[in-house]
């Protein structure tokens, strides 16, 4: 398959679009779930990517954000592939597809995940009280998740010498530490303002 892919550079970014198409879906998808339970709220935006924070806040079912990311990442997808070409490796274009999609791969089990739970509360009760997460705690737990892939992504690279799941490794790694930054600024902040606010 990563063979074919290299080779077959459209194979990729129709791959790629359908699973950039489908992350935006999810996300209203679980957007809408979570406004309609009573049970869980949650600290600022239900995204966590801050570009697209106001297009999901709003529910909206198409984003012009979405659209040009979706459209520039195509661009360079063509463009990595030509370079690659040029250099005579086309393997190299294996580690980039595999930075785009494995990522969408990371992001589309939590999706699958909230979207469950939030199911399961809304029909089934599985849920008394109120559950409020800080943001913080979000970034945090985001941060965790990337980091147990990246590691499951490297070992399978080392496994297979995959410049594929290479790729997929070092994006979800990048996506890790990206979110335990915010992660460590977020929780200062908080403390800070307790510290500020306690008598």
Known sequence: MESLLVQNPWLG???????????YVMTIAS?????????ISIEGSYELTPQFEKDVDALRPVSKRHILMLVLTNLLLIVFWLLFSLLDYR????????M?????????????RTYHMLSLHEA??????????RRWLLFNVSAFEFFCLAMLFLLTALLTCSLFFAGGALACQSLAINHYRKYRALYSQALHTEETQDP
Do not use: C, Q
């Not at 957007?31 to 049970?39: D, E, G, I, V």
């Not at 785009?100 to 699958?112: D, K, N, P, T």
């Open 13 to 23: 970014m129709v791959l790629w679009t359908l699973i950039y198409i489908s992350d």
């Open 31 to 39: 957007a809408r779930k979570y406004r309609s339970n009573p049970h």
């Open 91 to 98: 393997k190299g274009f294996a580690f980039v597809l595999g």
């Open 100 to 112: 785009l999609l494995l990522l969408e791969v990371g992001v589309h089990l939590r999706h699958f």
């Open 124 to 133: 089934r009760g599985g849920l008394d009280g109120t559950l409020h997460y």
